[in-house]
């Protein structure tokens, strides 16, 4: 169940002071991607750095990371244990992001870090993680359409909520690749508080950060994927001017090329799940803005000639089905429709069912075969491959999709 709100997490935490400061992200797309580069370049410059995402990838504590090492699931239990006996001693009712958010948090106290690289879970103002009361640095990601049901229906409605993170005092970052209804909204915020303000885009990189301009060339860097850099790198600055004056941001540059993220454009081979021994792209896009990003890279990078893509695809109940994989399925491509299994931790999340999904893709214009595989999720691969025949294919949809491929492949 999601239930927004602050009073719990802080009844958990009352306790425990927080004893790391943080830097804050927030946004629709990008945040994970912005969170690995930090937490990255952090630790490479000697500063202890925890980081705490969402959702977890395979196991529910690899969301939470230690100088860029998973956390030991043996203290991120008991750890847990100490603070759901909390939870059920004061009669709080804590949700479980929540008690994962006090978690993650308790975890960077006893590790002892100096920074704490936090994603924010949904929204931002009434986000569990909007606890948080020692902020460097706050940062708004891409924003677009998601979760209206908790957080408004109107892109001004989500900016606004996305904006709640921002503090009295605490500089902030912006990506100013946004639409202009969303700067709109956020400069209204900034203005509200009278804070620092740094918009920055790749386009005004070499008068912004010029030191940054050459790494995208030379990674090979997609339009969000430098959006994303320009913003970690710009958040990165404004923290070290705190921590560690002495510091060159710049001289931390050359360890981008070193950061991955799993699930995002993440080329994987399915062997020995699957015979294929071609490459698979692996992309969690759950959303329009993210699939349109992954259809303009597919379109580019992988439709030689016009060749069809095969899909398996998977979506979270209650996703814009026609506004996520309108954008990415093309004509003649073919497509299977999957769902993804339990996801620990988050009981209210729920696949679409296969042949609902099936019936929403196959209404696409002169699209290719669509089949639809319900429960195991293992038969959609093996059918994608064979219609495949080692051309392009793709899985994307869900990033608990992304999480049960991952999970298959380690257990072969």
Not at 241 to 264: E, H, I, K, N
Request: proline share 5%.
């Amino acid at each position: 169940m999601i239930e927004l709100g602050l009073n719990r997490v802080a009844s958990l935490l009352q306790q425990t002071p927080l004893t790391w400061k943080a830097i804050h992200i927030a946004g629709t797309n990008g945040k994970g991607s912005i969170s690995a580069y930090l937490s990255h370049m952090l630790s490479r410059g000697e500063v202890r750095c925890g980081r705490f995402t969402s959702p977890h990838l395979i196991d529910r504590w690899d969301c939470i990371t230690i100088g860029e090492n998973v956390v030991q699931e043996s203290l991120f239990r008991q750890i847990e244990d100490q603070v759901k006996l909390r939870d059920r001693t004061l009669g709080i009712g804590a949700s479980e992001f929540e008690l994962l958010t006090a978690t993650a948090f308790e975890i960077f106290n006893h590790e002892q870090v100096e920074v704490g690289v936090v994603e924010v879970g949904m929204g931002g103002r009434l986000d569990a993680t909007n606890v948080l009361n020692n902020v460097l640095v706050s940062v708004i990601t891409k924003i677009g359409v998601d979760h209206q049901a908790f957080l408004g229906s109107t892109i001004e409605e989500i900016a606004r909520e996305k904006a709640g993170i921002l503090k009295p005092g605490v500089p902030c970052v912006v990506d100013y690749t946004n639409s202009p209804e969303v700067i709109e909204t956020v400069k209204e915020r900034i203005q509200e508080l009278g804070i620092e303000s740094t918009f920055v885009s790749p386009a005004r990189v070499t008068e912004q950060i010029p030191a940054l301009a050459p790494y995208f060339e030379k990674l090979d860097l997609e339009p969000h994927q430098q959006a994303n850099m320009c913003c970690a790198v710009s958040a990165l600055r404004l923290a070290l001017s705190q921590l560690r004056p002495q510091m060159d941001a710049f001289s931390l540059l050359p360890y981008l090329a070193d950061v991955t993220w799993p699930g995002r454009l993440q080329e994987i081979v399915l062997q020995p799940l699957i015979a294929r021994a071609e490459p698979v792209l692996l992309d969690g896009a759950h959303n329009a803005q993210s699939a349109e990003v992954l259809g303009r890279y597919v379109d580019r990078r992988m439709r030689a000639q016009g060749k069809a893509i095969t899909w398996v695809v998977a979506a979270s109940s209650g996703k814009d089905l026609a506004g996520v994989f309108g954008s990415i399925i093309r004509p003649g491509d073919r497509v299977a429709t999957a769902e993804f299994g339990h996801v620990d931790g988050m009981p209210w999340v729920k696949p679409t069912n296969a042949n609902e999904l099936a019936s929403s893709i196959q209404a696409i214009q002169n699209i290719g075969q669509v089949r639809s595989f319900e429960g195991d999720l293992h038969p959609a691969l093996q059918w994608a491959s064979a219609e495949a025949q080692g051309g392009p294919l793709v899985i994307a949809g869900s990033l608990y999709l992304v999480s049960d491929v991952l999970r298959l492949l380690r257990q072969k």
